[in-house]
């Protein structure tokens, strides 16, 4: 092909500007003069033919790899300061060889001895308040770092002021706010003392910040600002344990109550982080620190992670120090650590409390750099997700890894498709031609796939390359999904930009990730194949008395299993919690309570029953097809997974935020829905001003108040209902079908109770709440 262009220079000069103007520089190659028009650029460049992606198969877990359950001893303890044994396999990630007893500070200690002087801590400090303008990140030079020593110093510090407060051993630091470097200092501090961490979600009611400072016996609360403070303050009646409440966000202001000298004092501390640190560094308590350290035992508890509550209380999940050290070593083996490139950058955002945020952002940092990749955890700001500014973030951090949930993956999505829209012309053309070529290739390279790259794929990747780049996802190499299913809507948007997004299952149960798709071993709509070491089962439960523990049959069609291709998901191994936490200062009650619950989750052998409804094909991937707790049983007794249809309205239907399915008990199935809203963020419920696909159903119509009761909007909600019927494959007989639907006058979130902090669905809560809108599509009889 000639270098020279036989394109007008008009014409190509206008395809420049457009590219300009919408971020994505023009090609650097001379193109045709049918390219200058968007017609024609796939034939005019890019002709050479390339190895097809490399596509490999699941590892299978063998007999030798299986964690070792010998012996009739307990799998599960409620004692805090208990020591459980390590659950080590003959051979790969998870045995002695591979994977031997340690623990979060002696990963800690050898990171730093390699990567002292690297870069491991990154925020923006004071934080800006939003500008309104896209809240842009501040120049390099304004953000405030901590290299891996300059971290550990800190760790140190911490600790002894912990200890001076009178933090015993197997005691318990709680922490009560937004990501932030003080966040990560005063987890590995409670570790660094022999004692344990607790996250509290920066979205918990006072009940719930109450409730787990008392189960945890917390002697210390690390809170983000003086609202938080006050929540711990006003209520000390109610924790006897609470020595100190230190404040870690820079702008707060408030009267400080400072311990005495001697830490003597029996009221609680008030004071900043900057003054707590100062007074720790001059205490001469470095071998107190050191010896207790000595004493930490990788069967020990290291964090209490707490379930997201759909119900009544959370649980506390007590995870060990090998429960995190053997989950990230056999994930990272499972993902394939030798292919990943370091450094690394890692962005906060994720809720910390969450097993998924703890397990990114605070354990993997560690483990990477004690293996030698250099590891920097850079952070959002707080308001970031809730204002639309996620993105000056992302863009600056360019994180190499990137752990996401649905939710984060369909804002980003939302957002590039809106900008998508506002392009015409010739760059239009060519942005289609780029997608249609790289979500080519991402289904090539689905497991059972040729792998094979199209015609023109390297210049179709290099125009989508600007669009990763300005993304700030340009050096991700592995960006992955949890904490609740991914729409394939999603995954093909993302794998239209050259992007592949591997979904992840885990529990907090199980220390995060248990299952996984890799890069090289994908499948879409499953949640992946068993980490390396880990033992995944499909169980008939309703069979186990008589059949023992025996997987369901292998299902033929993953995307359409037959009833007896599926069960309950179960799994074992050294990432498996030591068990729920029960505290004897709450009563004999309380502790009989939890010692039944632990009960019920542990299944003979040590496996976990996660009360999640799967199927497994003939190669080891899984897919969740439901939730029992979450199964409609109809006044027929039919089972309906909700699920599954309420997903297929939500992708197929997009200007439709969320929905809930209701059924049970009745004679016909109905369904709320609520539209997409400005402002609404999961965490916030948002406006009466509709935003994005919601306002394209009838033109004229901006307010949700409005919408509610216009019939081109009715008629779309309606089409939706009739067309969700049509699908067999997901309403699978007429008791699934929906009958009625009413459009309600908000979103669901977290501030209104209907989701979990981790935008878990809480079906109990929000049926009480709507009551009075599902009466009206049941009337009496």
Not at 276 to 303: F, P
Request: aromatic residues 8%; neutral net charge.
């Amino acid at each position: 092909m000639s270098s020279k262009s036989s394109a007008p220079p008009k014409a190509l000069a206008r395809v420049e500007q457009i590219a300009e103007q919408v971020g994505v520089s023009p090609l650097t190659v001379k193109i045709s003069a049918g390219a200058a028009v968007g017609a024609a650029v796939g034939i005019a460049i890019g002709h050479g033919k390339r190895a097809p992606f490399p596509i490999e198969d699941p590892p299978v877990n063998t007999s030798e790899t299986a964690p070792c359950y010998d012996g009739d001893g307990p799998v599960w303890t409620c004692d805090a300061t208990a020591e459980v044994p390590i659950r080590f396999s003959k051979a790969g990630p998870a045995s002695e060889a591979q994977c031997p007893m340690q623990t979060v500070p002696q990963l800690l200690e050898q990171c730093v001895k390699i990567c002292g002087n690297d870069l491991a801590l990154s925020c923006e400090r004071p934080c800006p308040k939003n500008d309104g303008q896209g809240a842009l990140a501040l120049h390099p030079s304004l953000w405030k770092n901590w290299t891996w020593k300059q971290y550990a110093a800190d760790i140190v510090t911490a600790a002894k002021g912990f200890v001076a407060f009178g933090t015993p051993r197997f005691g318990t630091i709680t922490i009560f706010g937004f990501n932030a470097p003080e966040w990560l200092i005063s987890s590995m501090a409670a570790l660094q003392l022999g004692g344990k961490v607790a996250g509290i979600y920066p979205t918990d009611t006072v009940e719930h910040c109450v409730f787990k400072n008392k189960l945890t016996g917390a002697t210390v609360c690390v809170v983000e600002d003086v609202d938080k403070a006050k929540m711990v303050l006003d209520n000390l009646d109610q924790l006897p344990c609470m020595k100190a409440v230190v404040v870690y966000s820079p702008e707060a202001k408030f009267e400080e109550v400072l311990p005495s000298s001697d830490g003597s004092s029996t009221k609680c501390a008030y004071m900043r982080w900057d003054t707590m640190m100062m007074w720790a560094s001059s205490l001469k308590t470095d071998a107190e620190i050191q010896a207790r350290v000595k004493q930490v035992r990788s069967g020990h508890a290291a964090n209490i992670v707490f379930t997201s509550g759909t119900t009544g209380n959370p649980k506390g999940v007590m995870l060990s120090h090998d429960n995190i050290c053997a989950t990230c070593r056999v994930f990272l083996a499972t993902i394939g650590r030798s292919q990943l490139k370091a450094p690394h950058r890692i962005l906060s955002y994720l809720p910390l409390p969450h097993v998924a945020g703890y397990f990114i952002d605070v354990a993997t940092p560690v483990f990477l750099g004690a293996e030698g990749d250099s590891t920097a955890v850079y952070f959002a700001r707080p308001y970031d997700l809730r204002d639309g500014t996620f993105g000056a973030r992302l863009a600056y951090a360019r994180p190499t890894l990137f752990v996401g949930v649905p939710r984060v993956y369909e804002k980003i999505a939302e957002k590039l498709k809106a900008i998508a829209a506002t392009v015409h012309g010739p760059m239009k053309t060519i942005s289609t031609w780029a997608k249609a070529k790289n979500l080519e290739h991402m289904r090539n390279r689905q497991y059972g796939g040729t792998g094979e790259y199209p015609a023109n794929f390297g210049p179709a990747n290099f125009v989508m390359g600007k669009v990763r780049a300005k993304l700030g996802l340009d050096k991700a190499q592995v960006l992955v999904s949890g904490a609740a299913p991914i729409t394939l809507e999603t995954l093909e948007y993302f794998g239209s930009l050259g992007l592949q997004i591997v979904e992840t299952y885990g529990m907090s149960e199980s220390s995060g990730p248990t299952t996984t798709n890799t890069p090289q071993t994908v499948k879409w709509g499953s949640i992946g194949f068993a980490t390396l070491g880990f033992e995944v089962k499909v169980v008939n439960t309703m069979e186990m008395k008589a059949k023992g523990f025996q997987p369901v049959p292998a299902c033929k069609d993953m995307m359409a299993p037959t009833e007896a291709e599926q069960g309950e998901l179960c799994f074992r191994g050294r990432n498996i919690m030591m068990g729920y936490l029960a505290n004897p200062d709450l009563g004999s009650d309380h502790v009989d309570e939890v010692k039944k619950k632990n009960e019920e989750t542990f299944a003979p052998g040590g496996w976990i029953m996660s009360g999640d409804k799967a199927c497994m094909d003939k190669n080891g991937f899984f897919r969740i097809t439901g939730r029992y707790k979450e199964l409609i049983i109809t006044a027929g007794g039919e089972n309906v997974a909700p699920v599954p249809i309420e997903d297929w309205i939500k992708s197929n239907y997009t200007a439709i935020s969320n929905c809930m399915m209701v059924g049970d008990k009745k004679k016909y199935n109905v369904v709320l829905v609520t539209l997409k809203t400005k402002g609404a963020t999961g965490e916030l419920p948002g406006s009466d001003e509709l935003d994005g696909e919601a306002l394209k159903i009838a033109p004229g119509v901006t307010s949700l108040k409005a919408a509610i009761s216009d019939p081109r909007v009715q008629a779309y909600v309606k089409k939706a209902v009739e067309d969700v019927n049509k699908q067999h494959g997901v309403v699978i007989s007429n008791a699934c079908r929906v009958v009625d639907f009413r459009i309600l006058p908000r979103d669901f979130s977290v501030q209104t109770e209907e989701f979990t902090p981790t935008l878990k669905l809480k079906r109990s809560v929000a049926m009480k709440i709507w009551q009075e809108v599902v009466d009206q599509m049941y009337p009496a009889a």
